[in-house]
């Protein structure tokens, strides 16, 4: 996978879902169903990433955690946004991040046992 639309493209066909039933998840901001072409626009990753309502949205659907589509989409959840903080915290957090993703590469990398 290279992008947003991609993990949700793969993850929608993963559930078994068509466009059109993911559409009828996810309402906009009229509070209608958003359109089977506004799926294709975000699996396209056309106009960029959607807003937090329609992620949050996208994520239940797809029964993934909010986080995972803010990364894939390159996107700072608000709740961590780093206004005010000192540039040693961003640091500190910014190594501990890349800590936690070394660690998962070095345990998806091991082969698994059998029995």
Do not use: C, N
Not at 15 to 31: D, K, M, N, P, V
Not at 78 to 100: C, N, S
Request: proline content about 6%; overall charge positive.
């Amino acid at each position: 996978m290279k992008s947003l639309g991609e993990l949700i493209q793969q993850r929608r066909k993963e559930l078994g879902l068509t466009q059109i039933e993911l559409a009828a998840h996810i309402r906009g901001q009229s509070g209608e169903p958003v359109s089977q072409q506004r799926i294709t626009d975000i699996e396209s990753d056309r106009f960029g990433v959607p807003r937090r309502p329609t992620l949050t949205q996208l994520a239940r659907a797809l029964k993934l955690d909010i986080d995972v589509l803010y990364l894939w989409g390159r996107v700072i959840p608000p709740d961590i946004r780093a206004e005010g903080l000192p540039e040693e915290t961003i640091k500190k957090a910014w190594a501990a991040f890349r800590a936690v993703v070394r660690e998962g590469k070095k345990k998806s990398a091991r082969p698994a046992l059998t029995r």
